[in-house]
């Protein structure tokens, strides 16, 4: 069974920062990364990072989050800088298998950015 192990989150002030991390109990992901829930809302990409340590980011927060991955670890980071009200969700933990594409994930962590 994959678990994947989250933590990071919190409250912050707007412009501050907050670092998520996802420990994944193997390796063997196409891609890891972060999404994030509002209230109401559907879930939404937040970062994606393939094998080939590409990243893809979502418009809103390109320039102030960067995704990073620690191979041997099996861990993926979400720094994030400059946070914004709006960046208020809950995050969650994605992983997609390399073999046979079935998706996991993380139960979540609140970040909460103050105004």
């Known amino acids: 069974q994959v678990q994947l192990m989250e933590s990071g989150g919190g409250l912050v002030q707007a412009g501050g920062s907050l670092t998520l991390s996802c420990a994944a109990s193997?390796?063997?992901?196409?891609?890891m990364g972060w999404y994030r829930q509002t209230p109401g809302k559907q879930r939404e990409s937040v970062a994606i990072i393939q094998r080939s340590g590409n990243a893809v980011y979502r418009d809103s927060v390109r320039g102030r989050f960067t995704l990073s991955k620690d191979n041997a670890a099996n861990t993926v980071y979400l720094q994030m800088n400059s946070l914004k009200v709006e960046d208020t969700a809950v995050y969650y933990c994605?992983?997609?298998?390399?073999?046979?594409?079935?998706?996991?994930w993380g139960e979540g962590t609140q970040v909460t950015v103050s105004s």
């Open positions: 994605y992983a997609q298998d390399a073999f046979d594409d079935n998706v996991y």
């Open positions: 193997r390796s063997t992901f196409s891609r």
